[in-house]
């Protein structure tokens, strides 16, 4: 049950997907990310547009208030998050943002959701403040993305650090320009993930998900790296064998295959969209 539950959770990561299509990402945009981030995401694919407006269906948001319509980039997006802040990477235009719609009409108005209050002004650009956090994005009504004078300092920041300690692997899946990719160093500093990831034989640690839209499915790679420990590692492959034999013949997971790498253990498998919206309807009954 509770891996079950951790591929469901894995797939509502994807309602993040739903934005076109975007340049390649290059080595200069991977400066972006800093080390020592919790999660590094890239998003990068017009593939992924449909499944997040079925996605939205099932969760039955309200487009005229919601954020997630309102600020729908049809540029590259690519985040990270840690414990001091959350920064923000977009590239493109707002061509139906409600956000630029409603400041047009008046100069500043808040709007809630999830029980938080965001401020949006215009002065004379549209800046985009999140309450209590540290980063703020400059948007003109043209619809274009500027960062803030105090985000574009820690930009610099990084570009200047010239050691980049990220996986090979991981470097080459987010310079990817046909995937979406999802990378957390260590799944014990996210308490929800280490909360699901618990019961399991051997908790995950350090994992890496690329999904790849291809002909109405999604072919995704999910990696799990070796952490130096050999006990450990000897479990985590027991526990892929034990994975494999659960999903092996899964009617929603096609495809199922695994090997065991010097660095960890990939699975790799397809599904269609139409079983990625099942599983979030799943998710919706828990």
């Known amino acids: 049950m509770r891996i079950r539950q951790l591929w469901i959770h894995i797939s509502i990561a994807w309602l993040l997907v739903s934005c076109a299509s975007a340049p390649k990402t290059t080595q200069e945009a991977l400066q972006f990310f800093p080390d020592q981030a919790?999660?590094?995401?890239?998003?990068?694919?017009?593939?992924?547009?449909?499944?997040?407006?079925?996605?939205?269906k099932i969760f039955q948001w309200v487009p005229a208030k919601s954020l997630r319509t309102g600020l729908d980039f049809t540029g590259q997006i690519s985040s990270f998050l840690s414990d001091e802040t959350f920064m923000l990477r977009a590239m493109g235009t707002y061509p139906k943002s409600l956000v630029l719609g409603q400041l047009r009409k008046q100069?500043?108005?808040?709007?809630e959701e999830d029980g938080e209050i965001f401020t949006f002004r215009t002065s004379p650009e549209v800046s985009f403040l999140k309450q209590n956090t540290p980063w703020q994005l400059q948007i003109p009504t043209s619809g274009k993305v500027y960062l803030s004078n105090a985000l574009s300092y820690h930009l610099q920041q990084m570009r200047k650090a010239k050691d980049k300690r990220l996986p090979p692997r991981v470097l080459q899946a987010l310079q990817s320009s046909k995937n979406a990719v999802i990378y957390i160093p260590s799944?014990?500093?996210l308490r929800d993930l280490d909360e699901l990831t618990k019961p399991l034989a051997?908790?995950?640690n350090e994992v890496l998900l690329v999904?790849?839209?291809?002909?109405?499915?999604?072919?995704?790679?999910?990696?799990?790296?070796?952490?130096?420990?050999k006990e450990r590692e000897t479990k985590l492959q027991a526990q892929?064998?034990?994975?494999?034999?659960n999903f092996a013949n899964n009617k929603l997971i096609q495809k199922f295959t695994y090997e065991v790498s010097d660095d960890g253990i990939l699975f790799r498998f397809e599904i269609k969209h139409k079983s990625v919206i099942q599983l979030l309807k799943m998710r919706t009954q828990e």
């Open 107 to 111: 100069s500043e108005f808040l709007q």
């Open 202 to 204: 051997i908790p995950l």
């Open 187 to 189: 799944i014990t500093g």
């Open 211 to 229: 999904i790849t839209p291809k002909g109405g499915k999604y072919l995704t790679e999910f990696f799990i790296f070796f952490d130096g420990d």
């Open 38 to 56: 919790d999660i590094y995401l890239q998003i990068n694919i017009p593939g992924f547009r449909t499944l997040g407006k079925d996605a939205n």
């Open 240 to 245: 892929a064998k034990f994975i494999y034999s």
